[in-house]
């Protein structure tokens, strides 16, 4: 028996580093190469992550509810096991660091490749948490509305700093989309607005000038 209680409490905590990690990973994860992958490519896990990016409210809250189930009952499966006090000491320290912090640290390193391919899984837990997760978005959804706090959908959510600009333009130089002559263009036009003028432009006492009867033979002695 308490074998058994054991197993499901090490099950639980698989379960949590995955919600846990893939929460990350799906906030951090390289959208643009997503929705790539989803059109050019015709992958099908890449297609269906890609409308969860459109109306992430769902998504975000099956993974925290997921979380929060097996959190629940691996730690009352633990309880039966060792008695509460052990199992707070165990526990905690374990959902802490196996559940929590190393999940989250391994898919910051690759959100992009783990989210994909860790999709078949998801899409399992979201169709069983189907009945829990729908009314919970629901409910929040409509009470942000409430709230006026609408969130936005698409690019939008996405493309909310220069870094976000910064780091789009250079995924699409990496992957040839954009041409180096471009790359650097767009990185210029980022630039401008914090550069002061003194800096790209000449004072006027230093500007080089011939009046409009200057010949060719004087304009190339004075360039």
């Given at each position: 028996m308490i074998a058994?209680?054991?197993?499901?409490?090490?099950?639980?905590?698989?379960?949590?580093?995955?919600?846990?990690?893939?929460?990350?990973?799906?906030?951090?994860?390289?959208?643009?190469?997503?929705?790539?992958?989803?059109?050019?490519?015709?992958?099908?896990?890449?297609?269906?992550?890609?409308?969860?990016?459109?109306?992430?409210?769902?998504?975000?809250?099956?993974?925290?509810?997921?979380?929060?189930?097996?959190?629940?009952?691996?730690?009352?499966?633990l309880t039966r096991a060792v008695g509460p006090v052990l199992a707070s000491l165990i526990a905690t320290p374990l959902f802490l660091l196996f559940g929590e912090i190393m999940p989250k640290s391994i898919f910051r390193f690759f959100p992009t490749r783990l989210v994909l391919s860790l999709y078949p899984l998801l899409r399992?837990?979201?169709?069983?948490?189907?009945?829990?997760?729908?009314?919970?978005?629901?409910?929040?959804?409509?009470?942000?509305?409430l709230l006026n706090r609408k969130e936005g959908n698409g690019l939008g959510m996405l493309l909310t700093s220069l870094d976000d600009i910064r780091y789009l333009v250079d995924e699409s130089h990496d992957q040839g989309t954009l041409d180096p002559e471009e790359h650097e263009m767009i990185h210029s036009v980022i630039d401008l607005q914090t550069q002061c003028a003194k800096e790209i432009m000449v004072p006027r006492i230093q500007i080089l000038a011939l009046p409009e009867t200057a010949t060719r033979h004087e304009l190339t002695e004075m360039f």
């Amino acid at each position: 028996m308490i074998a058994y209680l054991l197993l499901i409490f090490l099950v639980c905590l698989i379960m949590s580093a995955f919600f846990s990690g893939y929460e990350t990973g799906f906030v951090t994860a390289n959208v643009f190469r997503i929705r790539h992958n989803a059109e050019k490519k015709q992958e099908n896990s890449a297609a269906r992550l890609t409308k969860h990016y459109d109306n992430p409210n769902r998504l975000i809250t099956m993974l925290l509810i997921g979380n929060n189930l097996v959190l629940v009952i691996g730690t009352s499966a633990l309880t039966r096991a060792v008695g509460p006090v052990l199992a707070s000491l165990i526990a905690t320290p374990l959902f802490l660091l196996f559940g929590e912090i190393m999940p989250k640290s391994i898919f910051r390193f690759f959100p992009t490749r783990l989210v994909l391919s860790l999709y078949p899984l998801l899409r399992f837990f979201e169709i069983a948490l189907a009945p829990i997760t729908i009314p919970v978005a629901w409910i929040s959804q409509h009470f942000l509305n409430l709230l006026n706090r609408k969130e936005g959908n698409g690019l939008g959510m996405l493309l909310t700093s220069l870094d976000d600009i910064r780091y789009l333009v250079d995924e699409s130089h990496d992957q040839g989309t954009l041409d180096p002559e471009e790359h650097e263009m767009i990185h210029s036009v980022i630039d401008l607005q914090t550069q002061c003028a003194k800096e790209i432009m000449v004072p006027r006492i230093q500007i080089l000038a011939l009046p409009e009867t200057a010949t060719r033979h004087e304009l190339t002695e004075m360039f």
